[in-house]
């Protein structure tokens, strides 16, 4: 069996309305040398059908029972035979050079860990949430500059870090392409998170090498009433999500918990953190978070407790967390005293 250089892996579920024209643009790309992985997560609208239109042999269709979101990422990460790998949802696209210019730049480091591109934006100007979404997020990276072509992956994190990792300034998967075999050797992607499946891999990933950056646009994140980013938007879902970002990366040891709590409440005297204190101040997190909010008023210092307590809020739902013993009086004051 011959050596392929990239896998396109293509998750797939209920993509009838894009599929089509995401297989389209990788077959039109002026870089050939590739499979394609397409991993169906039980789709029950026409995909499949689709799909199977094509009689391309770098195709290969994977079906299985529904795993739901990372747990389909990382099958595709498991059946992946290329050197490279990019991660391509269903209703995104790749320009005709995306590949071409992807391997170029990896290719220049000596210890590459990821390699990304600015993308454009397709979305439904006439809904006014996906304008808004748009017009904000229209370039991740600008927190992270200066970036040059090839940087030291924690250089990169130092930087991110100093937000808090509150933002993605990477991007989304289509614009990313990355070495399979340290992907494995991370055991890919972290099935305990959703909206932040994607951005803590890449600040796992960029602990192991070296980051390449193109400021060109590469490809297309398209932007609809049914993508993931769309559905998770609520703040309900973004507290408790965010608390199992930063506990992954606790896990994988990204940082210490002491350099985790100096750079995410750091930001508070930078201005830098306001997202967080939006965060617990808007009505529906301060419904979750009850007489605790009120008792220790300041956001960030009940965050970092919550963070780094014993207890991960990975392992108790947030309504538990609502009552604090006598116990721990002592330990919170210290905590809000020392920011």
Same mark, same amino acid.
């Given at each position: 069996?011959?050596?392929?250089?990239?896998?396109?892996?293509?998750?797939?579920? =209920?993509?009838?309305?894009?599929?089509?024209? *995401?297989?389209?643009? +990788?077959?039109?790309?002026?870089? $050939?040398?590739?499979?394609?992985?397409?991993?169906?997560?039980?789709? *029950?609208?026409?995909?499949?059908?689709?799909?199977? #239109?094509?009689?391309?042999?770098?195709?290969?269709?994977? /079906?299985?029972?529904?795993?739901?979101?990372?747990?389909? &990422?990382?099958?595709?990460?498991?059946?992946?035979?290329?050197?490279?790998?990019?991660? @391509?949802?269903?209703?995104?696209?790749?320009?005709?050079?995306?590949?071409?210019?992807? +391997?170029?730049?990896?290719? #220049?480091?000596?210890?590459?860990?990821?390699?990304?591109?600015?993308?454009?934006?397709?979305?439904?100007?006439?809904?006014? &949430?996906?304008?808004?979404?748009?017009?904000?997020?229209? +370039?991740?990276?600008?927190? @992270?500059?200066?970036?040059?072509?090839?940087?030291?992956?924690?250089?990169?994190?130092?930087?991110?870090?100093?937000?808090?990792?509150?933002?993605?300034?990477?991007?989304?998967? +289509?614009?990313?392409?990355?070495? !399979?075999?340290?992907?494995?050797?991370?055991? $890919?992607?972290?099935?305990? @998170?959703?909206? =932040?499946?994607?951005?803590?891999?890449?600040?796992?990933?960029?602990?192991?090498?070296?980051?390449?950056?193109?400021?060109?646009?590469?490809?297309?994140?398209?932007?609809?009433? =049914?993508?993931?980013?769309?559905?998770?938007?609520?703040? /309900?879902?973004?507290?408790?999500?965010?608390?199992?970002?930063? /506990?992954?990366?606790?896990?994988?040891?990204?940082?210490?918990?002491?350099?985790?709590?100096?750079? !995410?409440?750091?930001?508070?005297?930078?201005?830098?953190?306001?997202?967080?204190?939006?965060?617990?101040?808007?009505?529906?997190?301060?419904?979750?978070?009850?007489?605790?909010?009120?008792?220790?008023?300041?956001? *960030?210092?009940?965050?970092?407790?919550?963070?780094?307590?014993?207890?991960?809020?990975?392992?108790?739902?947030?309504?538990?967390?609502?009552?604090?013993?006598?116990?721990?009086?002592?330990?919170?004051?210290?905590?809000?005293?020392?920011?």
């Amino acid at each position: 069996m011959r050596n392929i250089a990239i896998t396109i892996a293509i998750p797939l579920y =209920n993509g009838a309305d894009f599929i089509a024209e *995401t297989i389209e643009s +990788v077959l039109n790309q002026s870089y $050939g040398d590739f499979e394609i992985i397409i991993s169906d997560d039980g789709s *029950t609208d026409a995909s499949l059908e689709i799909v199977r #239109r094509y009689s391309d042999s770098r195709i290969h269709l994977d /079906e299985h029972d529904h795993l739901g979101i990372a747990a389909n &990422w990382n099958r595709c990460l498991s059946l992946a035979r290329g050197r490279y790998m990019k991660l @391509l949802p269903q209703d995104d696209l790749l320009y005709p050079d995306c590949i071409k210019e992807s +391997v170029s730049c990896l290719d #220049r480091c000596t210890s590459p860990s990821l390699f990304f591109s600015r993308r454009d934006i397709l979305f439904d100007s006439k809904d006014s &949430w996906s304008s808004y979404w748009a017009r904000r997020h229209r +370039v991740l990276d600008l927190p @992270l500059q200066p970036l040059l072509p090839v940087e030291e992956g924690t250089t990169v994190i130092q930087r991110w870090a100093s937000l808090g990792f509150a933002q993605n300034c990477i991007g989304e998967p +289509v614009t990313v392409m990355f070495p !399979v075999a340290l992907a494995k050797s991370i055991q $890919g992607f972290a099935e305990m @998170l959703n909206q =932040n499946l994607d951005y803590a891999f890449w600040i796992r990933m960029l602990a192991r090498g070296q980051m390449c950056f193109s400021p060109q646009e590469l490809c297309a994140y398209r932007f609809h009433s =049914n993508n993931a980013t769309y559905a998770n938007r609520s703040v /309900e879902g973004s507290l408790p999500e965010y608390l199992r970002l930063i /506990e992954v990366l606790r896990q994988d040891q990204i940082l210490s918990q002491d350099a985790c709590v100096r750079e !995410v409440l750091d930001g508070k005297k930078k201005n830098r953190n306001g997202w967080l204190k939006r965060m617990v101040d808007r009505p529906a997190v301060g419904q979750v978070l009850g007489p605790v909010k009120k008792q220790f008023p300041d956001a *960030t210092a009940l965050l970092a407790e919550w963070l780094f307590s014993d207890q991960s809020p990975t392992r108790e739902g947030m309504s538990d967390r609502e009552l604090y013993s006598s116990s721990n009086k002592q330990k919170r004051e210290i905590v809000s005293k020392k920011i």
